[in-house]
């Protein structure tokens, strides 16, 4: 429920200039920034917490493992993305003249 909701989050937002993790620490500030309505949100707040200098951190133990699925599921799809640009890149694109 929570990685879907990134998920859809990420695609809505995704550009060449963000990586994924940058977008997913911009999805946990405005969701942890906000009251919770949604049972997402609901576990969001009651596992993970904002900081004072804007960081993200865990509440407890199922927060810890929370932030650590949350933070694979970018590496994969940082992953997916260079997949995805390293089939249309040939090798003479790297030639220098």
């Known amino acids: 429920m929570i990685l879907e909701e990134f998920i859809a989050f990420y695609h809505k ?3 060449k200039k963000k990586q994924a993790k940058e977008i997913l620490l911009k999805w946990l500030k405005f969701e942890l920034g906000n009251l919770p309505k949604d049972n997402y949100q609901k576990v969001l707040h009651n596992e993970l917490m904002l900081t004072q200098d804007e960081s993200v951190v865990p509440k ?3 927060g810890e493992n929370l932030l650590n699925s949350l933070i694979r ?3 994969i ?3 997916k993305e260079f997949e995805s640009w390293a089939t249309t890149v040939k ?3 790297f030639q220098h003249a």
Request: glycine residues 0%.
């Open 91 to 93: 090798p003479k694109d």
């Open 73 to 75: 599921i970018t590496n």
């Open 13 to 15: 937002n995704k550009s």
């Open 60 to 62: 407890n133990k199922q």
């Open 77 to 79: 799809l940082e992953e």
